[in-house]
């Protein structure tokens, strides 16, 4: 039987390939070398981790991710409805992880974008 410290150890770190995630501090590493990321590219970094190599559409890792209804500005009036984070500006967290993720990965992780189906990570 596991100790304690042990399962919390696996609750904690989790690897996938040549990245670890450390799931308390939302900290990403790979290798040695720490990935800076915010808290929401962490949540979709490590839901892409989590994907098995297959693609994620944005729509999914918008409201996984920032917890907001992709579609909901279409059945709010703009006065009713204001998203804590626009889909532009998720865009370029995205891409802002995308471009720090292919930079430190050097070959060993990078995320693949495809308009039609959205994120993947590749390991």
Not at 22 to 34: H, N, P, Q
Not at 36 to 58: H, R
Not at 76 to 94: H, I, K, L, W
Not at 100 to 121: M, Q, S, T
Request: hydrophobic residues 30%; glycine residues 6%; proline residues 7%.
């Amino acid at each position: 039987m596991k100790d304690s410290t042990e399962t919390n150890y696996l609750k904690r770190f989790h690897e996938c390939g040549p990245l670890a995630f450390d799931t308390l501090a939302e900290k990403v590493y790979i290798g040695r070398e720490e990935l800076p990321v915010s808290s929401p590219e962490f949540t979709a970094l490590y839901l892409l981790a989590q994907s098995g190599g297959k693609f994620i559409t944005f729509e999914l890792l918008y409201e996984s991710v920032w917890d907001v209804p992709y579609y909901q500005d279409l059945y709010d009036s703009p006065e009713e409805y204001t998203p804590p984070v626009g889909r532009d500006e998720a865009r370029r967290q995205m891409e802002n992880m995308m471009s720090e993720l292919n930079a430190v990965g050097k070959g060993r992780a990078h995320i693949e974008y495809e308009p039609e189906k959205g994120y993947c990570l590749r390991l």
